[in-house]
Structure formats: structure tokens, C-alpha cells
């Protein structure tokens, strides 16, 4: 398995499992767009376009930082012709950026539903349909492209919605475009997938769960290692699936998952939402 060479267009690149992942195929020479917005230190939150653009040069591949805001469907149609002109294509897109807020109907602000369904479900599909004709393009010359979201199982269990109708949603409809997005472009040779983790990742966005305790979760590097399988597999034979972490890995013979314990020897972690 080998991503060298490969052009990547990842969002919310700047930290957490973007990053990861971007480093991931970076070790193996790919050329990693970093698609967010964050160009100052953020007073709360790690990391930038330009540090993130560091790590994935010191891992060994090529970055190119793009300021862009997701919601923006003109920002992202340039952004994704910048990246085809610099790197000579696009063969893989990662929809990894999201938004998150854990309330109920009455406690979540229209602005914060609104920022959900922007980033999420708004933000996959403007990213998928500028990065298309540069996919098909690689399908084309033979160059295996995916489009991989960071989003969960369609699981219509009634608990995963009375808590947070509204992130459900949001979450639900970058699955959506998976099963949609995989059958129309099954024909052009363009794989579609979802990646979840079954256990909770440290990420900054645990701050936004109540009482998770980081020790009880896994590193980042877990879904950027499941990633770099997906995105090698056959993209005109593995299209359409909504995979869970441990079971890609599972599948490949990789079942001692110590390595990517925050606190190391735990193997009691908290269960992500969406997996039974």
C-alpha cells in the first residue's frame, strides 16, 4: 500500500484526525491540501494551516495551506482549482471538518444549527461537487480517487437523536451523501466511503461532551491508520460502506489497538456516539 504521489484535499486539516491523516499518507511523499480556516493560533484550540503545513513537511510529504471556508461554495471552487494547479490533480478527498454541539432542541441556538448543517452536511457536499470533475479526472488515468467522510453508521436507534436532534442531523447527512454520492459515482470509478471510530478520539472536540475524560479515549492516529487502508483499497470494488475503525483494522489482521491507548495499557474506553 502506497498513497506517494497522491494529491489529498482534506478539511479541518489544521488539527486533530485531519492532521492525522494527513501525516499519515505524508510519510508515504503524498501532497496534502490543508482546506480550513484557521490562519492565527486560535485562543482555545491547537494548531494552524501554516503549523499543520510544518508537521506534513517533517512527516515527508508536500503541503499546501488553503484559507478557505467550507460554507463557501465559490471559496472552495477556487481552493480546489488552486490545489489541481499545484500539485497537477486531485485524487483523494477527505471530508473530515465539523461542527458539534451535544443539546437539545431547546438549548441549541438557530446560529449553532445553522453552523452544523453549514460545515457538516453543506460543507461535504460543496467540497464533493468542487473536487468532482478533478476525481474523475484521476479515475480516468487510473489513479484510484475516494471521497472519504469522517461521519458515523445510519443507526435510526430513537436514543442517538432525543439528546441532540439537531447534530444527528448533521452527522447523518454526511453518511447520506455516502449511500447517494457512492451509487452515482460508482460508474466513473470514484469510491465513496464513511470512517467512525468506535471509541471516543482526543480531540479538541471532546471538550464539547460532558465528562469525558481523555485518558479513557484513543489517539487520533487510529483513524488516520484505518484511513490509509481505505483510501489504498480498490476504489471500483470498495465503495459505499460506512466503516468502523476497528473492524478495517480487524480486517487487515491488526487487532492489538494498545498503541493507540492515550493512557497507555487502558483497554476500558468510552464508546463514540452512533455504535452500539
Same mark, same amino acid.
Given at each position: ?82 490545489? =489541481? !494547479?499545484? $500539485?497537477?490533480?486531485?485524487? +483523494?478527498? /477527505? #471530508? ?8 437539545? &432542541? @431547546? ?74 454520492? =457512492? !451509487?452515482? $459515482?460508482?460508474?466513473?470509478? +470514484?469510491? /465513496? #466511503? ?8 482526543? &480531540? @479538541? ?72
Amino acid at each position: 500500500m502506497s498513497l506517494k504521489g497522491k494529491t489529498l484535499f482534506i478539511t479541518g486539516a489544521s488539527r486533530g484526525i485531519g492532521l492525522a491523516i494527513a501525516k499519515r499518507a505524508a510519510r508515504d511523499g503524498a501532497n496534502v491540501a490543508i482546506i480550513a480556516k484557521t490562519e492565527q493560533p486560535h485562543p482555545k484550540l491547537p494548531g494552524t494551516i501554516y503549523t499543520a503545513a510544518e508537521e506534513i513537511a517533517q512527516a515527508g510529504g508536500q503541503a499546501l495551506p488553503v484559507p478557505v471556508d467550507i460554507r463557501d461554495d465559490a471559496k472552495v471552487a477556487e481552493a480546489a482549482k488552486r490545489v =489541481a !494547479e499545484h $500539485f497537477g490533480g486531485i485524487d +483523494i478527498l /477527505v #471530508n473530515n471538518a465539523s461542527a458539534i454541539s451535544l443539546t437539545g &432542541t @431547546a438549548e441549541t441556538p438557530m446560529k449553532r444549527f445553522d453552523l452544523m448543517f453549514g460545515v457538516n452536511v453543506r460543507g461535504t457536499y460543496v467540497c464533493s461537487q468542487a473536487c468532482l470533475p478533478y476525481l474523475k479526472a484521476a479515475a480516468q488515468a487510473g489513479r484510484n480517487p475516494h471521497v472519504l467522510n469522517l461521519s458515523p453508521p445510519l443507526n435510526l436507534n430513537p436514543k442517538w437523536f432525543k439528546n441532540h436532534v439537531a447534530y444527528t442531523m448533521a452527522k447523518y447527512g454526511m453518511s447520506m451523501c455516502v449511500l447517494g454520492m =457512492a !451509487e452515482e $459515482f460508482r460508474a466513473d470509478g +470514484i469510491a /465513496v #466511503n464513511a470512517l467512525w471510530p468506535r471509541t471516543v478520539i482526543n &480531540t @479538541a472536540a471532546i471538550a464539547m461532551i460532558p465528562g469525558v475524560d481523555p485518558r479513557m479515549c484513543r489517539s487520533p492516529e487510529i483513524l488516520a491508520d484505518t484511513a490509509y487502508i481505505v483510501l489504498n483499497r480498490d476504489a471500483r470494488k470498495h465503495t459505499g460502506r460506512l466503516y468502523i475503525d476497528e473492524e478495517v483494522l480487524a480486517a487487515e489482521g491488526v487487532t492489538d489497538l494498545g498503541k493507540y491507548a492515550v493512557l497507555k495499557g487502558n483497554n476500558k474506553f468510552l464508546p463514540d456516539l452512533f455504535v452500539d
